[in-house]
């Protein structure tokens, strides 16, 4: 299995560009997760996925937007790009059933809003 | 007010020297608690999950534990390899189904220096 894949690994924008973020899971989990991580801020949570066309606003989800049409996909679509929006983004995957919390991260994609 | 908040923000360790990681919480209801641990440029990968207080995990030189309000990632003779940021996170008790929500602070980013 090769877990949560995401793709880019890097990407430069310039303000007001739009990107898709890719993030692909083959472990058949249902639910999905998009964070955001600052500097010394930890993971913030910006959208969220239960499963199949069901998604759902996280902490800080200004500026980003998403679509869950298949169980193993969870693209994160940037619209206009921002400086603000400069960070890492991690995806992560899990499933239901009271063990929500161990999250199954992949390796981060680091974008640069210029 | 931070529901999930980490100390210290950095800690240096020569190895050998043991030491203890603080994660204190204020969620009303508690589903879980989970470690993780981050590398430089990487994801964060699943360490540890507690319930309830008074329960003990242990991995290797790592052991964790839970209270009502905190919980420690106690790390014994620690070696340069365990150098890297720990995350804390929560998952608050959203009712029979549970929250699908993680909760993370901010981390600790330690360093055992040889």
């Known amino acids: 299995n090769a877990g949560v894949t995401q793709t880019p690994k890097f990407r430069i924008l310039k303000i007001g560009q739009s990107m898709t973020l890719q993030c692909t899971q083959d472990?058949?989990?249902?639910?999905m997760y998009w964070y955001r991580q600052d500097p010394g801020m930890g993971l913030k949570l910006i959208y969220y996925s239960v499963g199949a066309g069901i998604t759902d606003k996280g902490e800080v989800p200004n500026g980003y937007n998403v679509s869950r049409s298949t169980t193993e996909d969870f693209p994160l679509r940037l619209e206009l790009a921002a400086p603000s929006q400069t960070s890492v983004y991690f995806c992560a995957s899990t499933n239901p059933g009271g063990r929500a919390g161990l999250q199954f991260f992949g390796p981060g994609t680091r974008l640069t809003v210029l | 007010e931070d529901q999930v908040t980490q100390s210290p923000e950095a800690l240096r360790l020569q190895e050998g020297e043991s030491s203890s990681l603080n994660c204190s919480y204020t969620v009303s209801g508690l589903r879980g608690l989970f470690w993780y641990r981050q590398d430089p440029g990487k994801g964060p990968e699943f360490l540890f999950t507690l319930y309830s207080a008074g329960e003990e995990k242990e991995k290797e030189r790592l052991k964790a534990t839970l209270t009502k309000k905190e919980s420690f990632l106690h790390i014994t003779a620690p070696k340069p390899e365990d150098s890297a940021t720990y995350l804390c996170a929560v998952q608050e008790d959203g009712g029979e189904g549970g929250s699908e929500k993680l909760v993370f602070g901010k981390g600790t980013k330690l360093t055992v220096n040889p």
């Open positions: 472990m058949n989990h249902n639910y």
